[in-house]
C-alpha cells in the first residue's frame, strides 16, 4: 500500500490536506497536515438559463457558487438534467440557492461536472475557483 492524501474541508470553510501514513498492516496514521496551497484563482459570472447548461470547463480544486443578489427567482446547482423544484419527489431537483445564497467550498476538479438552471433567465451565478 502507499500513503495517502485526503482533503478535510473544517467548519470554516478551509480545506486542509491531511496525509496518512500506511502502517504496513491494513491501516493508516495521519502524517502531516498542512494548508493547501493555491496557485491560481478563476472568477466569473454564469448568465440565467430556464433550461440546464452545463458550467464551464474551469480546471480547480475548491469552488464557491454565489446566487446574485438581484435575482427575482433562485438558482439551482447539480448534475446533468438538473431541474427546479417542482413540488414533486425526483432525483434531479437541484441545490437551490436564493438570490445572495452561497454554497460553502465544494471540492472539484473542473466547474463542468456542475450544471445550472434558474426560475427565470435574469438569474445570474457568479463563482469563485480556486486551483
Given at each position: 500500500m502507499a500513503d495517502r492524501t485526503v482533503a478535510l474541508i473544517g467548519d470554516d470553510g478551509?480545506?486542509?490536506?491531511?496525509?496518512y501514513r500506511d502502517n504496513g498492516d491494513g491501516t493508516y496514521?495521519?502524517?502531516?497536515?498542512?494548508?493547501?496551497?493555491?496557485s491560481s484563482v478563476?472568477?466569473?459570472?454564469l448568465a440565467g438559463s430556464t433550461s440546464?447548461?452545463?458550467?464551464?470547463?474551469?480546471?480547480?480544486?475548491?469552488?464557491?457558487?454565489?446566487?446574485?443578489?438581484?435575482n427575482a427567482g433562485r438558482v439551482y446547482i447539480g448534475g446533468a438534467g438538473v431541474t427546479v423544484a417542482n413540488g414533486t419527489t425526483?432525483?434531479?431537483?437541484?441545490?437551490?440557492?436564493?438570490?445572495?445564497?452561497?454554497?460553502?467550498?465544494?471540492?472539484?476538479?473542473?466547474?463542468n461536472v456542475f450544471y445550472r438552471i434558474c426560475d427565470a433567465a435574469g438569474d445570474d451565478l457568479t463563482y469563485l475557483a480556486l486551483a
Open positions: 478551509v480545506a486542509v490536506p491531511v496525509k496514521s495521519p502524517a502531516q497536515a498542512q494548508p493547501f496551497a493555491y478563476a472568477t466569473g459570472e440546464a447548461a452545463q458550467m464551464p470547463s474551469v480546471t480547480c480544486k475548491l469552488v464557491k457558487f454565489k446566487a446574485a443578489y438581484d425526483d432525483t434531479t431537483t437541484g441545490l437551490q440557492l436564493q438570490a445572495g445564497e452561497e454554497t460553502g467550498w465544494l471540492p472539484v476538479a473542473n466547474l
